[in-house]
């Protein structure tokens, strides 16, 4: 039969119209199931998804659902159900809340209206949509588990809590750590919780500079507590057990280089500014501030930093003072260790105008000139009283030493023994306890080995000592002595007190917060959203 015989375009015709009115039927059909839907507001072709949702939820209630489940399940049928929108919510408010955020999550996903706010809130909670910190301050959160769920959120995306103050009372320690780990501006008022350690903990988080020692003490604070003592007195002896940061003031009081590089990270503004000037200009102290000269607490540092550099003597006080105790106190070493070259330090400073100096100069010459002087040689004795004598010192160390000077001239030539303190022989300061000037020995023997005249003099130092030692000690032994103004040359170490630095927060003490504690909060964020979502239908 051809294409154009009319029975068969007739009966083509009567078939398409025959599809066209069963699409008409299949479509009244639909409208009349999908009119049941009507209360949920969705477009048309979201009522299949609407429609498996709610299935899916009558499913997951089970038996919890009861008559709730049941008046819902007509809807399935193509039956109308009142209130069914309100019907649903209970219904999912049934459900664990995980489970019951999800399905809220998917509603709103669908489009439907009564979970516009709840149901957006419910996808951020779930993790089905990405919280930011923009999205999260746009959304309501009216309960305190919401809240706080909501503000932990903020601070683990790096942003501040909605509210601070709440944050600071009612959120997890660890949480609050994170937050003023990122917003040190933040001071708490030591009043915010509940537990009286966790506010003194934010406190000294925070503000260190309003504890009271006792409660530096209560927190079990030791680099603070003894930052504090060293700032009420810089020349505390500071233990080996001490925290490092108090050893690193300590080794700065002593004039070590290193823990002056150690402290500069902990100091700032003009403290920090004048130790890095020091530490940038080690070598040339031409460069350095005036002022540093005259706080004698830096001299340790300033002389180890000053190495080999020339510095004039003729310079202005306190420069002038403070080359001169390095001079000396350099001379002193090179005598200990038996150094002509001292003569050359010593030479510049036996005239000074500062008693002291020129005291401890002259003594230091007159030691040196007795040290290598025959003992059978009275002139030399009487040259040395002559000189010290000159001095018109009030220093009783320079009063024993002339005492000494006389005692071996009212002693017969033959008889006078060694004139050189054995102490300062063997390299060691004067009355040390046996165990230092034995080590000294022992280390010089070794050191000396083979050099038969040197090694005769430390073994004679050694025998000296010893027969001082079983003598009762120096005490009942006299000896020239050196240094004469041990407390000007070689004074007690003290902290600078410039350097000696601010309060700085305590140290963060908790644990970042475990992923139990973060399912917890969000757990009791989803149970609150989801009595909300019950009791407060969106309309």
Known sequence: MGTGDP?????RALAEERQRLARIR???????????????????DRISDLRDAVEAAIVAAGAAGGDTAERLSVLLNGRPCPEAPSLLLRLLGRLPSRLGALHLARLHEIGVRQTAESGYVAA???????????TLLKVRCPTPPLLLWRDSELVRLGSAPTDPERFLSTAPLALVDDFLGREPAVSPT???????????????????????????EA????EELWRRRLREDPGLPVPDEAPESARILAGVADGDPVAAELLVGSLAGRAENLLRDLLDNRGR??????????????????????GSATLPRSAPAPMSEFVAWRDLRRAHRDLMNVDPRTYKALSPHLASRTAWVREEATAMEVYLNLRF???????????????????????PVVAANIAWLMSLLDTDRNHRGPLFNPYLELGVP?????????????????????????LSDINHARDLLRDIEADGGPENHPLYVLPVHREELFPAPRVPAPLIPGARPLPRRTESLPPSERERIRDEAMASLMELAVRERTP
């Open 7 to 11: 029975r068969e375009r007739k009966a």
């Open 26 to 44: 299949q479509e009244r059909a639909r409208a009349r199931g999908d009119d049941v839907w009507r209360e949920f507001q969705v477009e048309p």
């Open 124 to 134: 951020l909670i779930s993790g089905r949509v990405e919280p930011t910190a923009e």
């Open 190 to 216: 030591g009043q915010e919780r509940t537990d009286a350690r966790e506010n003194l903990y934010l406190l000294a988080r925070s503000d260190p500079d309003r504890l009271t020692g006792e409660q530096a």
């Open 219 to 222: 927190l079990d604070w030791p």
């Open 285 to 306: 102290p031409a460069a350095w501030p005036r002022a540093v000269f005259a706080d004698r607490s830096f001299w340790p540092l300033l002389e180890d930093l000053c």
């Open 373 to 395: 002087a025959d003992p059978g040689d009275s002139q030399a004795l009487r040259n040395a009283w002559v000189r010290l004598a000159a001095l018109k010192s009030d220093s």
């Open 430 to 454: 004067h009355g040390v306890a046996a165990g230092e000037w034995k080590a000294a020995w022992r280390g010089l023997r070794r050191e000396l080995k083979g050099r038969t005249e040197e």
